[in-house]
């Protein structure tokens, strides 16, 4: 502890809350909003002290799902994102994603168990639950700072590695509990009427899309794709419904979510194969990163999962550049793809042994061992390919 300095930590806590903040922003949290905007929207019209309460419920939520996953993280050296790698956890994250998606959906209350309903926490429970589920779903994948944060987090003991990680679960609700407490910034919108109803059962859609993203990992790989259709056919039933029903407002709000929903389906749905040009990723196996480093050659190292957003992001529009795939060749670069779905202990050490503590992670490797840079959460294809260029084996 005495060889870091408390302004070290200190500063590195500030960019922990920095993180934190914006990982609202990654595409990893969306399955959150309508979770976040259905408890905002319930406290708007309460008293102001109700509204305080509510606003430290979710953060506390949010506080105990982050504390739990740095005491373990402390103890069990996990990396972020471990909790995913369990295939009940990830059943369990699904019921809950249909659960919300027909509460939202019907406007029903959360159902409060006794010991909450008896302590006058009825109407904070759900806000505290909101902000433990904004919590679960935000801990697959990585934003920015958020690799360098954990990487110096796990080289720390268990009270800097709980402090960081609180932080990090400060700054991941400070914007939603900010809303709670100051409801007239919502002023602006329209008052309430047809399009609200239309705009709840959008909310619940997307629940029932996040709980169909997550099920990659539970359902056979050929059957996946058919949950996506069925999924998108009962949004474009819906949408038909209310575009006849509805009037102006909500036709707009049903051409517009269907429309979306036929390209998410199309993209999570479709295979992800390579056309001429493209990048081809070699699976990962130990007898090819041996042999790739026996021959001197470069190599890229993509670390995946299918329960990683922000992995799929990437694995559609970064990777799937011309200009990465030209680079590659052009360093004679053997591209590897590492799928860290399932727990592995070679693949998880292989990760940690490269740097990364968080997905999406991609390390690009000269032939001589060399790290020439890692990539943490979402990046541009300009920045990977002036990687590669750097491996010094571009035949330009």
């Known amino acids: 502890m005495d060889q870091f300095p408390s302004l070290i930590i200190a500063g590195q806590i500030m960019m922990a809350v920095m993180a934190g903040l914006l990982l609202n922003l990654t595409p990893c949290v969306l399955p959150a909003i309508p979770i976040k905007v259905r408890t905002i929207l319930r406290e708007a019209g309460s008293q102001r002290s109700h509204r305080v309460l509510a606003a430290l419920a979710f953060s506390a939520g949010t506080l105990t799902f982050f504390l739990t996953l740095g005491g373990l993280t402390a103890l069990l050296q996990w990396n972020w994102g471990t909790l995913f790698q369990s295939t009940v956890?990830?059943?369990v994250l699904v019921a809950l994603m249909v659960g919300f998606a027909v509460v939202t959906w019907l406007d029903l209350p959360i159902p409060v168990p006794a010991f909450a309903a008896s302590a006058h926490g009825r109407r904070y429970f759900e806000a505290y639950v909101s902000g433990l589920l904004s919590a679960v779903l935000a801990a697959p994948c990585a934003g920015p700072f958020l690799g360098g944060v954990l990487a110096f987090a796990v080289t720390q003991?268990?009270?800097?590695?709980?402090?960081?990680?609180?932080?990090?679960?400060?700054?991941?609700?400070?914007?939603?509990?900010?809303?709670m407490l100051k409801p007239e910034w919502l002023s602006?919108?329209?008052?309430?009427?047809?399009?609200?109803?239309?705009?709840r059962e959008v909310l619940a859609l997307v629940l029932l899309a996040?709980?169909?993203?997550?099920?990659a990992s539970l359902v056979p790989k050929a059957v996946y794709p058919w949950v996506w259709w069925a999924w998108l056919a009962l949004v474009l039933l819906w949408g038909i419904r209310r575009f006849i029903q509805g009037n102006g407002a909500v036709r707009v709000i049903a051409a517009t979510a269907a429309g979306l929903a036929f390209a998410v389906a199309v993209v999570f749905a479709s295979p992800l194969g390579s056309s001429v040009g493209e990048l081809v990723w070699q699976p990962y196996s130990s007898k090819l990163l041996t042999d790739t480093k026996a021959r001197g050659a470069p190599y890229?190292?993509?670390?995946t999962a299918d329960w990683c957003i922000n992995c799929k992001v990437l694995e559609r529009t970064v990777y799937k550049e011309?200009?990465?795939?030209?680079?590659?060749?052009?360093?004679?670069?053997?591209?590897?793809?590492?799928?860290?779905?399932?727990?592995d202990p070679e693949k998880d050490a292989l990760l940690t042994a490269t740097g990364g503590q968080a997905l999406p992670f991609a390390a690009?490797?000269?032939?001589?061992?060399?790290?020439?840079?890692?990539?943490?959460?979402?990046?541009?294809?300009?920045?990977?390919v002036?990687?590669?260029n750097r491996t010094g084996n571009s035949q330009l």
């Open 89 to 91: 956890f990830v059943a």
């Open 157 to 179: 003991p268990a009270p800097v590695i709980m402090g960081i990680f609180g932080s990090i679960g400060l700054g991941l609700s400070l914007p939603y509990a900010v809303l």
């Open 188 to 199: 602006r919108l329209p008052k309430a009427g047809p399009w609200t109803l239309a705009i």
């Open 210 to 215: 996040a709980a169909v993203f997550f099920s």
């Open 300 to 303: 890229l190292l993509e670390f």
């Open 322 to 343: 011309p200009a990465v795939a030209a680079a590659v060749r052009r360093a004679n670069m053997v591209p590897i793809q590492v799928d860290v779905t399932a727990s």
């Open 364 to 384: 690009v490797i000269d032939g001589d061992g060399t790290v020439i840079a890692r990539f943490t959460g979402l990046f541009d294809a300009d920045s990977l």
């Open 386 to 388: 002036e990687a590669i």
